[in-house]
């Protein structure tokens, strides 16, 4: 199984980045999805889910403002994330089960 994370990079407070996961080697329709964030001497914390059937869960730090969803034809989920702030500064990763993409870093300057 690989998840691959893209997207990610430098942008302004209040600008947008769009994530995407791609899977590989795993029935991506029948699996739950989640971006997780880890900001450096922080913990990874849970982001966004969306299940298989397409329900979403959100941090209440990101409600809002960020929106996760998936093409299952494609196998890749999306990060949406709009008025980004300073805070919102990490490595996100997508994780399926017990596996996880590499990470992908996403720097908001102020």
């Known amino acids: 199984v690989q998840l691959q994370a893209s997207g990610g990079g430098l942008v302004q407070a209040g600008g947008s980045l769009r994530l995407s996961c791609v899977a590989s080697g795993i029935l991506?329709?029948?699996?739950?999805?989640?971006?997780?964030?880890?900001?450096?001497?922080?913990?990874?914390?849970?982001?966004?889910?969306?299940?298989?059937?397409?329900?979403?869960?959100?941090a209440d730090s990101v409600k809002g403002r960020f929106t996760v969803s998936r093409d299952?034809?494609?196998?890749?989920?999306?990060?949406?994330?709009?008025?980004?702030?300073?805070?919102?500064?990490?490595?996100y990763y997508c994780n399926i089960v017990v596996f996880w993409g590499q990470g992908t870093e996403v720097t908001v300057s102020s």
């Open 28 to 58: 991506f329709s029948n699996n739950n999805l989640g971006w997780y964030r880890q900001a450096p001497g922080k913990r990874r914390e849970l982001v966004a889910r969306i299940s298989s059937g397409g329900t979403t869960n959100y």
């Open 72 to 91: 299952n034809a494609k196998y890749t989920a999306y990060l949406q994330m709009n008025s980004l702030k300073p805070e919102d500064t990490a490595v």
